[in-house]
């Protein structure tokens, strides 16, 4: 199982699904993460946490603790 | 009566640069989710007709967790008494990221009320090259779509024309959800109906939905706290019979619109098949980078204090040259005595002494009002999320933060778009650590007096801009360390989300900049001309009555005795001018205030303060920035009257202890920074605390903390600064 | 003399108004209109206060 925490700056993929059911799962589906969704990783931050991705057309950032959540397809 | 209409939409849309220019009505935009946090009304007119347009907060969706989110969808759904009913939604969508805003608008067409769609920002959309066919788009969501640039006012009178027959008009398209969502959601309905009594209201099916998909929701916490915690129950039975291959309801829900969306892209958007850097990208190549972003941002702050200091020096100057020779001119029209005491020393000393700041204040302001509407903010909150992460908090809380390096009130009240409260109120409590405006005054006239005008790096960067860099760093460095036990004792609880979008940056708007400074500098000087203006007469009389006649009997028994000696000349001259010193001295010692002063002066002795520097501390309670009208006061009062007309700055300098030694010194200007960095003397910001909060124990709390925290720090600085010999 | 003492006793009786007055209004969370954060001011309008449940 891939989680959208261990890509790289660059690489991209498909949503396969969500694990949990909460408000932070809730809030990352409402961004537009959902199964289906082409995502791809831009970057990281400085620290190395948290990370900028594109998915339908924006910028969203959040913590890998909370990408780690995304289930992924290369 | 006209009827009302919600202006919605996401965050970063240019939902008020609509409603500016629609109802001519003048607020600030920002650039950062939550700004619009207070409700605005305003009245669109159009030839005989009218709207009444209520402006609400930017939300991603209707699932209500945050205080903003929970206002938004109580004034949708007609629950708030304090609001009239919503007939009709303008809702605002950003055209060049139409995907993410249509999933809103999906949930948004489901409240089945009259709406239109405001398509904003055509001008990004179009330079890249995304071309959305309106009215293909309006054919799929059933409402009608006006594209416009609220920026240049394109399409604005097109809109305006929509909204004024929009309560005529009808719903827009609803989106096909799964079956078995809707089914619960109805039977929640039915069953809630049963509750009617208890409820006060009907319960519409679309709340009942949001009930069952939001987990742990505002919606659902109020349900169970009018029916019992039994109904708990209910409403998992419910949850579990809409439930229908193990997935979540939310995931279920989102999937299901953005199919929706998905469907209605395919129809009217053309996207380039090829992504191609946007110009946002390429900036943020730069300014995120791992080396480069955090080097930028490390030189704007420095970039910051050091114009802050060098270019606002002549016009400080200026300022202060004109008030100290408009206060001698006064000063000299009038009678010498008790009126001219209180004009000098009072009224000129005191609030001329703050007014000269404005230009700083003005130039601080405009700064983040720039960093805010061009939306740096957000590329700040990622940069610094690691760093806040370590004490608890999450890059949410860092922008409450960074608003309260202007003022701590709004940066309070921009916490209202943190959902989890215990992260909201660690906030509330840390975010007056950050070095507001307020603090400049106290900084600036410390610095100038004491710290050395040296420059390193080649004339690059001065010492006295560094040690201001320095002060607002203390804020920071002590708000990690209390946020982080904060978060570890009253506030305990997993570290919050951190899900941010990054908009675009746009090219501040000078209208929306220039307001924001024009505000700033006119709370400025209203607050020099009301409060700081009744507290400097209220300090000056304690500092100058009871004015005894047996001081004044003495003294003059003193030069009588002089005058009939055989000294003559210059002399005579210096030993008069000694013998008034003194007597203005003994006055303000035996004053009101000064009988107080002695009575607290060893409780600040550690810190390496007179009874003065004390006593005007105490008086700064109401705001920060008084303790230079009152260091004005009574350091102007102690003095010889011909004295009078130097500046602060060179009557601070003069200041002793009564056995000559100069009163300040490095370590006593660094302990009086360090105090008021850390310091509560901001009543305003205590009855905001309070006011968000709900309860006196927290603004007691922080002001009861972050003075404990100042007394100590303070003490701590001049110790060991005394210590290094810096005390000398 | 006099009517120094007058004009300088109003001066501090109008001060000590404006301040108790101030301090009233604020503690009862009433908008006190002396520029402290305009945004306090707007803050106090019915109803502009979310409260977490």
New interface residues.
């Given amino acids: 199982m891939i989680t959208l925490d261990s890509f790289k700056p660059h690489e991209s993929g498909k949503v396969l699904?969500?694990q949990?059911?909460?408000?932070?799962?809730?809030?990352?589906?409402?961004?537009?993460v959902?199964?289906?969704?082409d995502v791809e990783v831009?970057?990281?931050?400085?620290?190395?946490?948290?990370m900028?991705i594109f998915v339908?057309?924006?910028?969203?950032?959040?913590?890998k603790?909370?990408a780690a959540l995304v289930e992924m397809q290369r | 009566m006209s009827q009302t209409v919600a202006l919605v939409g996401n965050p970063n849309v240019g939902k008020t640069a609509v409603f500016n220019a629609l109802t001519g009505l003048h607020q600030h935009t920002g650039n950062y989710a939550g700004v619009t946090v207070?409700?605005k009304h305003g009245t669109v007119r159009q030839g005989g007709a009218s709207v009444d347009l209520i402006d609400l907060p930017g939300a991603?969706?209707l699932?209500a967790?945050s205080?903003?989110e929970?206002?938004l969808a109580d004034v949708l759904l007609g629950l708030?008494e304090?609001?009239a009913p919503v007939m009709g939604l303008l809702i605002v969508v950003d055209a060049?990221?139409?995907?993410?805003n249509l999933?809103f608008v999906s949930q948004l067409l489901d409240l089945d009320k009259p709406s239109i769609i405001a398509l904003n920002m055509m001008d990004i959309a179009r330079r890249r090259n995304i071309a959305i066919r309106t009215e293909a788009l309006e054919a799929a969501l059933g409402v009608p779509v006006v594209p416009l640039c609220a920026r240049t006012g394109e399409g604005i009178a097109e809109l305006k024309t929509a909204l004024l027959g929009l309560c005529s008009g009808q719903a827009g398209a609803q989106t096909p959800l799964p079956q078995r969502h809707e089914a619960a959601a109805k039977a929640l309905a039915a069953v809630l109906e049963t509750h009617r009594h208890v409820l006060g209201r009907v319960v519409p099916a679309i709340e009942a939905l949001r009930i069952l998909?939001?987990?742990?929701?505002?919606a659902e916490?109020?349900l169970i706290?009018r029916l019992g915690a039994d109904f708990q129950d209910t409403i998992e039975r419910y949850r579990e019979e809409a439930r229908s291959n193990g997935?979540?309801?939310?995931?279920e829900?989102?999937?299901a619109r953005?199919a929706w969306v998905q469907s209605v892209m395919a129809d009217a958007v053309e996207?380039p098949s090829t992504r191609t850097k946007s110009r946002s990208?390429r900036i943020?190549n730069l300014l995120?980078?791992?080396?480069f972003?955090?080097l930028f941002f490390v030189g704007l702050m420095l970039l910051i204090f050091q114009t802050i200091y060098s270019w606002a020096g002549p016009l400080m100057d200026l300022v202060d040259g004109g008030i100290g020779s408009l206060g001698e001119r006064v000063g000299g029209l009038l009678?010498g005595?008790?009126?001219q005491s209180?004009v000098v020393d009072g009224i000129f000393a005191g609030v001329g002494g703050v007014l000269v700041f404005l230009p700083q204040i003005l130039l601080l302001s405009l700064f983040i009002a720039l960093l805010e509407d061009c939306g740096y903010m957000?590329r700040a909150?990622?940069?610094m999320?690691?760093?806040l992460?370590w004490c608890g908090l999450?890059?949410q809380s860092f922008i409450p933060m960074l608003s309260s390096f202007a003022?701590?009130?709004?940066g309070i009240?921009a916490t209202?778009t943190i959902?989890n409260?215990r992260d909201?109120f660690t906030t509330i409590l840390v975010a007056p650590l950050m070095s507001c405006s307020a603090r400049l005054p106290v900084y600036l006239i410390m610095i100038a007096a004491f710290i050395p005008e040296h420059s390193i790096l080649g004339g690059l960067i001065g010492i006295q801009a560094m040690a201001l860099f320095l002060m607002y760093s203390v804020g920071v460095l002590v708000a990690v360390p209390t946020a982080w036990i904060l978060k570890k004792t009253l506030f305990k609880g997993p570290?919050p989300?951190?899900?941010?979008?990054?908009p675009s940056y746009k090219v501040p708007q000078a209208m929306t900049v220039g307001r924001k400074v024009y505000?700033e500098g006119?709370?400025?000087?209203?607050?020099a001309g009301?409060?700081i203006?009744?507290?400097t007469?209220?300090v000056w009389?304690l500092a100058y009555f009871p004015h005894s006649s047996t001081i004044a009997g003495q003294y003059e028994a003193e030069r009588t005795q002089l005058l009939q000696s055989s000294v003559e000349g210059e002399a005579r001259e210096l030993a008069l001018a000694d013998v008034n010193d003194r007597e203005n001295g003994a006055y303000l010692r035996y004053s009101f205030l000064g009988q107080f002063g002695n009575f607290v002066e060893p409780v600040f002795h550690p810190l390496g303060w007179d009874w003065r520097i004390a006593t005007a501390t105490i008086a700064s309670f109401?705001?920060r920035e008084i303790i230079v009208a009152t260091l004005g006061t009574l350091f102007n009062l102690g003095s010889d009257e011909d004295e009078a007309s130097l500046t602060l700055l060179e009557t601070l300098k003069a200041a002793t202890w009564p056995d000559g030694r100069p009163l300040f010194n490095i370590a006593v200007a660094f302990s009086i920074m360090v105090f008021f960095a850390l310091c509560a003397q901001?009543?305003?910001?205590l009855?905001?605390i309070?006011?968000?909060t709900?309860q006196w124990r927290w603004p007691v709390l922080t002001f009861v903390y972050m003075t404990g925290l100042a007394y100590v720090c303070a003490c701590i600085t001049y110790q060991t600064l005394h210590f290094a010999g810096l005390g000398g | 003399?006099s009517w120094?003492?007058v004009?300088?006793g109003l001066?501090?009786l109008?001060?000590?108004a404006?301040?108790g007055r101030?301090?009233w209004r604020?503690?009862h969370?009433k908008s006190?209109g002396?520029?402290?954060?305009?945004?306090?001011c707007?803050?106090?309008?019915?109803?502009?206060?979310?409260?977490?449940?």
């Fill in positions: 699904r969500i949990g059911d909460g408000a932070i799962q809730q809030r990352l589906l409402e961004m537009g959902v199964d289906g969704a831009v970057r990281f931050a400085p620290l190395g946490d948290p900028e339908r057309g924006f910028h969203l950032t959040l913590r603790s909370e | 207070e409700r991603y969706s699932s967790r205080p903003d929970i206002i708030r304090d609001a060049s990221n139409l995907e993410r999933f998909v939001d987990r742990e929701s505002y916490k109020r706290g997935k979540s309801l939310a995931a829900e989102s999937r953005y996207r990208e943020d995120t980078h791992r080396f972003g955090t009678p005595g008790m009126l209180l957000s909150a990622f940069l999320d690691r760093l992460g999450s890059g003022c701590a009130v709004p009240l209202r959902n409260r909201r570290k989300p951190f899900i941010l979008e990054m505000y006119k709370e400025f000087l209203s607050r009301t409060l203006f009744a507290v007469i209220l009389a109401p705001a901001c009543s305003a910001t009855i905001t309070k006011r968000e709900g | 003399m120094e003492i004009i300088v001066a501090v109008g001060a000590s404006y301040c101030l301090a604020a503690f969370g006190t002396c520029g402290c954060g305009a945004a306090t707007h803050a106090a309008k019915p109803g502009g206060t979310p409260r977490e449940t």
